[in-house]
């Protein structure tokens, strides 16, 4: 694709429900990023995949959080049990080497109510 | 640790006016330095870098310059656009560290733009 596409652009749920989140990388791209950006924050490493494995999970929150990537392409975050604090916007970003510039996707709207 | 500081906004100027952004970094290492823009319903996208110290990013009008000295990458341009509101973000990546690929993000100035 022309970009980085992430779905769904907005999502809201209850408290306690477990939400998965979708990212399709530009194709070609070996390495992918997910990132949070909570209100008034800085955006806040989450996961890095070097094609499907995950060499540096060091930023997911906590174990509700777990991501995984398969044929080296599509990524999904999944938040289970969720909180109100994990409310943010879920940015996924994709490189074609590791230390190649990053292009990011529009982003995914959390809101846990 | 590694991290960035950037000045608070919103920052609010005219067209035609100079913007200067402010930028602080802490690092461990030598970093490399980047800003980059996110405007209204777009993702992040690189604005420009700088990778070793006294390098000169430019994109756009815009610049910075990698101060060793001062630990400072601040974001300048000489006449803003009311296209240019956007959110800035400054970041360092530490190509002496296993973790090279991690960008480590400042927490995003707010430009706006009056005609």
């Known amino acids: 694709g022309a970009g980085v596409s992430q779905s769904p652009s907005n999502k809201v749920t209850e ?3 477990d939400v998965e989140l979708r990212c399709d990388p530009i194709s070609g791209h070996t390495a992918l990023y997910w990132y949070r950006q909570s209100l008034g924050q800085g955006l806040e490493f989450l996961i890095y995949f070097q ?47 590791y230390n190649s510039p990053l292009h990011f996707g529009n982003g995914t709207r959390l809101t846990v109510t | 640790g590694n991290s960035v500081t950037q000045m608070e906004g919103p920052v ?4 035609e006016a100079f913007l200067t952004i402010n930028c602080t970094y802490t690092a461990t290492g030598y970093p490399s330095l980047f800003w980059y823009v996110q405007y209204p319903g777009e993702g992040l996208q690189l604005l420009l870098k700088a990778t070793k110290a006294d390098d000169k990013g430019s994109n756009k009008g815009f610049e910075a310059t990698y101060r060793k000295e001062t630990t400072s990458f601040h974001l300048e341009k000489g006449s803003v656009q009311v296209s240019d509101s956007a ?3 400054c970041a360092l990546s ?13 927490s995003g100035t707010r430009l706006l733009v009056r005609p």
């Open chain 2, 12 to 15: 609010t100027l005219s067209e």
């Open chain 1, 51 to 97: 094609g499907n494995s995950a060499p540096d999970k060091s930023g997911l929150p906590s174990d509700r959080f777990s991501a995984e990537r398969t044929g080296g392409s599509v990524s999904t975050l999944t938040i289970q049990r969720t909180q109100q604090e994990d409310s943010a916007v879920y940015l996924c970003a994709s490189s074609f080497t």
């Open chain 1, 15 to 17: 408290k306690g429900k």
């Open chain 2, 87 to 89: 959110v800035y973000f």
């Open chain 2, 94 to 106: 530490d190509p002496s560290e296993d973790s090279s690929y991690k960008l480590i993000f400042g």
